[in-house]
C-alpha cells in the first residue's frame, strides 16, 4: 500500500522528515512537540538575555547620572529657600520704668495680688500687664531673638511693626519702678511712634536698609529695640520680612509671647505689644520703694 504524502511537512518551511517509528520508543506526536520546541526555546532564551542586559545598562546609566546629579548639585546657600524661623521676646523693664492700666486697680482680689508683687518682676509684670491690657508708659525695651529651624539658612530682608490698633492714653492706673541709680540699658535699634516709623531703625536709616541677616538652627540674631510713643496708646506685633522654603519672599508675625503667625489676623489681642503716653492725670498710683521690694502700695 502507498502512503499518503505528510503535507504538514510540505508545506513547513524547515522541512521537518517524519519520525521513524521503529526508531524511537516515543509516539511520534510527542516527539514532534520537543523537536519544534527546540528552536522556540532558543529564541526565548535569547530574548531574556537581550533584555535583561538593556535592564543592567539601563540601570548602570541611571545610577551613574543619579550620582553625577548628586555630586554636582550646590549646596544650600543664604540664598536658597529658607527654613523658616522661631522667635523668643523678652522685655527689660529698667530701673525709673512705668506702666499704665486702663482703669483703676482697687478690687481686692487683683489689687492684692498686684500689692504682694512677683518673685520674677520682668515675667510676672509681663504677665500681669496683659491680663488687664497694661502697656508700658512712653518706652519699652524687648529683646527679640530670631533663630532658624534647620542647617540651611533663612535670610531676614526686614523687620517691622505691624501695628493693630491705636487710642487715646491709658488713664485708670500708673504703676512706677523705683528711679534709676546708674547707666540705662544699651539698645540697638529704635521705633518711634510718634514719627510714625514703622521700620525698625538704626540711627535715621532702616536697619535693614542696603544688607540682610541669615540665620539657621544654630546661628541667630538678637536685636534690643527700644519703642517710645508718648501721644496715644499703640498696640502691634512684629513682621519678620524673610526667604520662605519655596525662595520666594514671606513675612511672619511675632506677637509678645514669642509666637509667630503667617496672619496677623490670628494673633490673639491680648499678645500684642503696647506702649501708652502719659495721662494728665490717673485714678490711681502704684509705687515700689526699690528694686529689692517685690511689692507695691499705693501713693494716691
Known sequence: MTSAPD?????????????????TSQPPARN?????????????LATLGAAVTAAIVAFATGGAQSAVTALTAPKPTATSPGSGLTAAVDFVYPAGQSFAL???????????????????????LTGFLRDNAGAARERLIAKIVLTGRSDRPTRI?????????????????????????GEGVTTSVTVDFDRGQTDVMQGDQPYFAGHTRDITKDDRVTFVVAFSGTARTYRWVMAVDCVDRKGAASTRYVDSTGHDYADPGNIPSANAFSITGTASQYAVKYASDSVWDRGFHITS
Open 7 to 23: 503535507t504538514a511537512s510540505q508545506a513547513s518551511p524547515d522541512r521537518w522528515a517524519a519520525p521513524d517509528q521503529t526508531a
Open 32 to 44: 514532534q512537540r520537543n523537536r519544534r520546541w527546540l528552536p522556540n526555546r532558543t529564541t526565548l
Open 102 to 124: 486702663p482703669d483703676p486697680l482697687v478690687d481686692g482680689h487683683r489689687s492684692a495680688r498686684f500689692r504682694a508683687g512677683f518673685s520674677d518682676l520682668n515675667r510676672g
Open 157 to 181: 530682608t526686614g523687620l517691622r511693626v505691624n501695628v493693630i490698633t491705636t487710642a487715646p492714653v491709658l488713664a485708670g492706673t500708673l504703676i512706677s519702678l523705683p528711679p534709676p541709680q
